[in-house]
Each structure stands twice: as C-alpha cells, then as structure tokens.
C-alpha cells in the first residue's frame, strides 16, 4: 500500500506508461510474450496489476502502443519532408532524421519486432499504422513513379537501423556503437541512390 | 504403389530430398511449422510418408539440414578467401560471391528464418553452424584486430540479401529484383568499409 502510494508520488501517469512499456519489452523479447503476464510487469515495475491496468488492459495493448507511436513519428518525417523544399539533399536529411531519432527505446522495439515477426504479422489493425506509415514515407522519398527497385533501397535506407540489429545480434556492440553503423549504411543507400539510375 | 514407382523412377534420391526441403520450408513460412505435418509435405510431394521419412525423420531434422547447408557454404567461401592473394579488391569478391549465389532455396531459407526466428534461436546446435560460419567468414574478411563497428559493417554487408528480403516484404518485386538490389547495397557497405576508417 505504502509502496503503491510512493510509486503514484515519484512517477507521473505518462512515465509510468513508458515505463511499463520498456519492462514489457524486455520480458516479451528475452522470454516470449506467452511466457510473460500483465501481473510481472507490475511487479518488476513495483505497481499494482490493477494500476498496470490503468494504462494497458492487455498485452495486445502494449504492443499495439509501440506500433502506434512509429506510426505517428514516421507520419510526421513525411510532413515534415512535404514541407521542405524539394532538394537533392532532402532524401539524405530525411533518411538521417529516421535513423539520428533512433533512440534506446525504438532499438527496444526494433529488437521486439525481430524476435516476434509472427505475432507482429498477425497484428494487422497495430503493424499497418507503422508500415503504411513507412511505405508513404518511402514512397514519397522515392519520388513519384520511382521504380520498384528504387523503393526498396529507399526502404532499405530507412531501415538501416533494423538491419543493424539483426547483424549484431550475438556481439557486445553499445546501441551508441550499433546506431553509429547504421547511420554509415543510411548513408551507403543514400549515395547508391543519388549515383544509380535505379 | 504405381505411384510410389513412378515417383522413384521419376526422381533421384537427392531431388527428392531437395524438393522435400523447398515445400517444407514454403509451408513453413506460410502456415508456421507447428501446423506443418510431415505427412502433408509427403502429399505434396506425391510420395508416401515412409518414403519421406527416409529422408528427414522429423521436422527439426528438415530445418538442420538447412543450417547445415548454409554453414558448409559459408566455410566454403572463407577457404576460398584463405588461398586468394590478400588483396584491397578480396573483401568486395567474396561479399559479391556469397550474394551473387543466392538461389531461390536459400531466399526461401531467409524467408522462413526471418518468419520464425524464435525456433531458430532455440536449435542452438543446428543454427549455430551458420551462424559460426558467417562469423569466421566476416571477422577474417574484416582483417586482424578488426574493430567491432567495422565487423558489423562486414556482417551487415553478408547479411544484405537477409536485409532486402526483409524491406521488400509486402511487395510484389520478384526474386531477381531482390538479389538484384541486396548486391548494390552489398556494394555499398564495402564502399563504405574500403572509404572509412571504421
């Protein structure tokens, strides 16, 4: 009780979300998200299930809260590029702008996608806000009537960062280090399609 | 019976067992591996279970065997890399060798470890011949004393073709387009790892 009221006095709602979203993580990825309950969350977060509860009601939710969020950020690189004048540069700063927002969190929920595609995939109404939020921002990217081979590199760009994670998988590299390399592959995309009539 | 004859005379022992590798991991991939039976990859392949058995005793046994294949290539490429003259062009030959020699089996093997990378993760034994492969063939084409980033630029540069069919899911682009692009990108990390001090 005691714990609970200190709990409600050092932490605000929106950190406690967040919070909970990191411990969620981190148990769904290193055990499986079968393997993991609402109740051990609140328990390695030193809250009660029913304050948990307050935030997500589910599992699902926690996972459909990642794949909103993405979806949201890649939404607003895509105004954001709208609104920049159209410049050989933009794909460069755009694609740097992704990758440079990459933060503990995101590797987070880079390293979560990874390890559970299938429970992802089965996710539609969650996983499409990200990906269709990544396709027009790739799309748009790619320039109109870009060829096929064209968007993909462009998404490859994009995600560089996913790409990153998954050759580090099994070596020490920091999240510093592993983002640092992703920004060089970022960059490698960008030169190849600057340089490539693709 | 007539069938089973026909079957035998038709196809050799090694096609079969090939073709029972390529419908296994297409089902797989489409329907995951616990809804797979045995005896539906045998009908598919219009041989009777007893005959597939004779290739693959079990599900796991079918999976193995990919790794293993993989991993033989791998120790392939690193042997041929060993008796070639050191050279500032090796890195590029051997990076373009491993992605140049990607069939349609092993994007179907890519395609069905990104699809359940859980189980892949659980079959220490089986993954891990890969996995070492990849890992002596990308740390003796980073050279002695290699920094990590730089390790990972290598990796990342092998592991193109896994990238790209990773961006391009959810496109209509063909097999030969994805190779296609996964061998620019590969480029495009041994530029990056010929320009850098990384």
Do not use: C
Not at 78 to 93: G, N, S
Not at 120 to 129: F, H, L, N, P, Q
């Amino acid at each position: 009780m005691i714990e609970g009221v200190t709990e409600r006095t050092r932490r605000t709602g929106s950190e406690t979300k967040a919070q909970a979203q990191r411990i969620a993580f981190e148990l769904f990825t290193a055990q499986g998200i079968k393997a993991t309950s609402l109740r051990q969350i609140a328990e390695r977060l030193g809250i009660s299930k029913a304050s948990l509860y307050y935030h997500f009601a589910s599992k699902d939710e926690i996972v459909r809260s990642l794949f909103s969020v993405r979806g949201d950020e890649a939404a607003e690189l895509l105004d954001w590029a709208r609104t920049e004048k159209p410049a050989p540069d933009l794909l460069e700063r755009a694609v740097l702008r992704w990758v440079d927002s990459t933060s503990v969190d995101k590797l987070r929920g880079i390293r979560f996608v990874n390890a559970n595609p299938a429970m992802v995939r089965g996710m539609d109404a969650g996983s499409a806000e990200i990906r269709d939020g990544l396709e027009r921002l790739a799309q748009f990217l790619a320039g109109d009537d870009a060829d096929p081979t064209r968007l993909l590199l462009v998404r490859m760009a994009l995600l560089s960062i996913n790409s990153a994670v998954m050759a580090a998988e099994g070596t020490s590299l920091s999240d510093v280090e592993i983002v640092a390399v992703a920004r060089e592959a970022a960059l490698a995309f960008v030169g190849v399609l600057r340089g490539s009539s693709v």
